[in-house]
């Protein structure tokens, strides 16, 4: 019913960019939260940014500086805009979305997850 879509991923040299975009659809009244985590092999999926519906937002250490967080012009899509790209930087990234469904239950959603790749 509710729906989160990834793209953007890809694969880079080390030092380039890439922009990750974010879409929610679906039943929902609003969103509280989206953030990106990312997922490499053998490890937890952690966060690497989100943002709330106050703008406030929320980096790891090994991003800070490099990643941007922002949402778009539809209250529904986000973006994660990586620059200086580095090699640890390579995961499977995942586009999480919080909020309230039509009919007022909290939903916590997550995308399919689209792959970076950043090549030394």
């Known amino acids: 019913q509710v729906q989160v879509v990834e793209s953007g991923g890809g694969l880079v040299q080390a030092g380039g960019s890439l922009r990750l975009s974010c879409v929610a659809s679906g039943s929902i009244r609003s969103i509280n939260t989206m953030g990106w985590y990312r997922r490499t092999p053998g490890k937890q999926r952690n966060l690497v940014a989100d943002i709330t519906s106050g703008d406030n937002t929320n980096y790891a250490d090994s991003v800070k500086g490099r990643f941007t967080i922002s949402r778009g012009n539809a209250e529904n899509t986000m973006y994660l805009q990586m620059d200086s790209l580095k090699p640890e930087d390579t995961a499977v990234y995942y586009c999480?979305?919080?909020?309230?469904?039509?009919?007022?239950?909290?939903?916590?959603?997550w995308g399919q997850g689209t792959q970076v790749t950043v090549s030394s």
């Open positions: 999480n979305a919080i909020g309230r469904r039509s009919f007022g239950l909290e939903f916590n959603k």
